[in-house]
């Protein structure tokens, strides 16, 4: 029989769902809004936690507001359109501000910053699913791949594509990544390489290559991290480590003139060595370049979703340079290795939270650490 339950929503946890309790469980439950009262229906247990679903918003919150998508709810792009814009940044700062007092141990958390976006019309890197001749995304609770006619949270060169049914099809391929960003219209089913501007430097890039989705807000995070190398010395080594196709190191290579670039994927090492002509390019992981690293002065780490490996977290925290940006997409991960930094004697100087991805529950963060001087 399918049990039923009324209660209050308390917050937004990371996954984007509402949290409630029920029998002294937590209960997570979609397209929900902190204040919500709902009327819910259990549809998964499990031994600590469970999932749940609307079945009627009997008092919605003053945070719910109406989605802007004809798709919201249905479409998995999006998972907080019903909720108003500054509830969500406020929703995500509590959920990096909860990360890091559970799993990172911190019993003092300092004071988190928060960049905001533009909340539609922001993104510049969509990766699309072909659902026959259309491009579409995969639905919220299933595999179906949804048509789209628009997407409201996507670039305006990507949206009029897609309203003029002008975003071309692989015919080889299910997946494929489409950037947009001012006159530049890049696409693995079409013109594949090009350049965009980011700040006042032209950076090379490749449509299907990992490149951050959301440009206005990448802007803020590089001149974050450029304030921050004000404090490094720049005669010593730097590195920027998980280097992508060099957009950092675009950056830090006029304050350092020995900068190392570390990428493990070997299709970057042409785009990087177009964006930091200057550099030393490493085709290989962090943790074999580890081996070999240079008393470093500074550097940046922008990891992938798992965090740092049990010896790069090791060999950083305990010999790393006394300026280090940690960049993260999963506050999980960046507190497990923030307790290491921090046991090995590192501080806080800053902690940010960016809004890559406004309407859904991704969260970027950076926290800038230093280590061995005094202020």
Same mark, same amino acid.
């Given at each position: 029989?399918?049990?039923? *339950? ?9 996954? #984007? ?8 469980? /937590? ?8 204040? &919500? ?37 249905? =479409?998995?792009? =999006? ?9 969500? /940044?406020?929703? @995500? ?16 958390? %300092?004071?988190?910053?928060?960049? =905001? ?12 699913? @072909? ?16 048509? $789209?006619?628009? /997407? +409201? ?18 015919? &080889?391929?299910?997946?494929?990544? !489409? ?6 219209? $890049?696409?693995?089913? #079409? ?18 290559? *990992? *490149?951050?989705?959301?440009?206005? !807000? ?7 991290? $450029? ?6 010395? %720049? ?26 670039? !570390? ?30 690293? +240079? ?20 060999? $950083?925290? @305990?010999? #790393?340079? +006394? ?5 993260? =997409? ?46």
């Amino acid at each position: 029989m399918d049990e039923y *339950f009324s209660a209050r929503v308390e917050s937004i946890g990371a996954g #984007g769902a509402g949290v409630t309790h029920h029998n002294g469980l /937590c209960v997570f439950v979609p397209l929900s809004a902190p204040g &919500d009262l709902l009327r819910v229906r259990i549809k998964r247990m499990h031994r600590t936690y469970s999932y749940g679903e609307i079945v009627e918003i009997e008092e919605p919150s003053p945070m719910r507001i109406a989605p802007r998508c004809p798709l919201f709810g249905v =479409c998995g792009g =999006c998972s907080l359109q019903q909720l108003d814009y500054r509830a969500q /940044c406020v929703s @995500k700062v509590l959920i990096v501000q909860s990360t890091l007092s559970r799993i990172g141990k911190m019993a003092h958390i %300092p004071d988190i910053y928060f960049h =905001c976006s533009p909340a539609f019309a922001y993104r510049n890197r969509v990766q699309f699913h @072909k659902t026959g001749r259309s491009a579409g995304f995969v639905e919220r609770t299933g595999t179906k791949v949804i048509p $789209l006619e628009d /997407c +409201p949270i996507a670039d305006p060169g990507i949206r009029h594509a897609l309203q003029e049914r002008r975003i071309l099809i692989p015919p &080889d391929r299910d997946r494929w990544t !489409v950037y947009s960003r001012g006159e530049t219209f $890049l696409s693995e089913a #079409g013109t594949n390489h090009g350049k965009i501007q980011i700040l006042d430097r032209e950076i090379f890039v490749e449509a299907g290559a *990992f *490149f951050q989705s959301n440009g206005t !807000v990448l802007e803020y995070l590089i001149k974050d991290i $450029l304030d921050f190398t004000l404090k490094a010395d %720049p005669d010593r080594p730097a590195a920027d480590l998980y280097g992508g196709v060099g957009t950092f190191g675009a950056f830090l290579q006029d304050y350092f003139p020995h900068l190392s670039i !570390v990428e493990e994927n070997p299709a970057a090492a042409p785009f990087i060595h177009k964006n930091v002509p200057a550099a030393k390019v490493v085709s290989g992981t962090v943790d074999q370049w580890l081996n070999n690293a +240079p008393d470093l002065g500074f550097a940046v780490a922008d990891p992938p979703r798992t965090g740092l490996s049990a010896l790069t977290r090791s060999v $950083l925290a @305990k010999s #790393g340079p +006394p300026f280090l940006v940690y960049v993260s =997409c999963n506050c999980a991960t960046l507190a497990r290795d923030l307790r290491v930094f921090l046991d090995s004697g590192y501080a806080i100087h800053r902690i940010l939270v960016y809004d890559f991805y406004p309407q859904t529950a991704h969260i970027e963060s950076a926290v800038f650490l230093e280590k061995g001087f005094v202020r």
